[in-house]
């Protein structure tokens, strides 16, 4: 039940951020886990990350920095000819 409630919470948490704010900013630091899982786990015992492996972990950390770092304009809101996003009270 614990492990239910520990995977559907973040998801539920996000969902509640992506409606609330810009999706570019909370879908990238939500990728950023991917990176921190991966560092964790290198840091443990016998835990290792490969050169391929590194490689792949700082693509992902740098693509999620440079999504999060855009404006309103990455994920389409507030963009020419494009409206603002719809802001939801709740």
Same mark, same amino acid.
């Given at each position: ?25 909370? %879908? #990238? ?6 990176? =921190? @899982? !991966?560092?964790? $786990?290198? /840091?443990?015992? *016998? &835990? ?8 792949? %972990? #700082? ?6 920095? =440079? @999504? !999060?770092?855009? $404006?309103? /304009?990455?994920? *389409? &809101? ?13």
């Amino acid at each position: 039940m614990l492990s239910g409630f520990a995977t559907g919470a973040p998801w539920l948490c996000c969902f509640r951020a992506i409606g609330l704010g810009n999706p570019a900013q909370v %879908v #990238a630091r939500d990728k950023l886990g991917v990176v =921190l @899982v !991966a560092v964790f $786990g290198a /840091a443990f015992p *016998g &835990g290792h990350l490969s050169g391929p492996d590194r490689l792949g %972990v #700082a693509a992902v950390a740098a693509a999620a920095i =440079l @999504v !999060a770092c855009k $404006g309103p /304009a990455a994920s *389409g &809101g507030g963009a020419r000819g494009a409206p603002p996003p719809v802001r939801r009270q709740g």
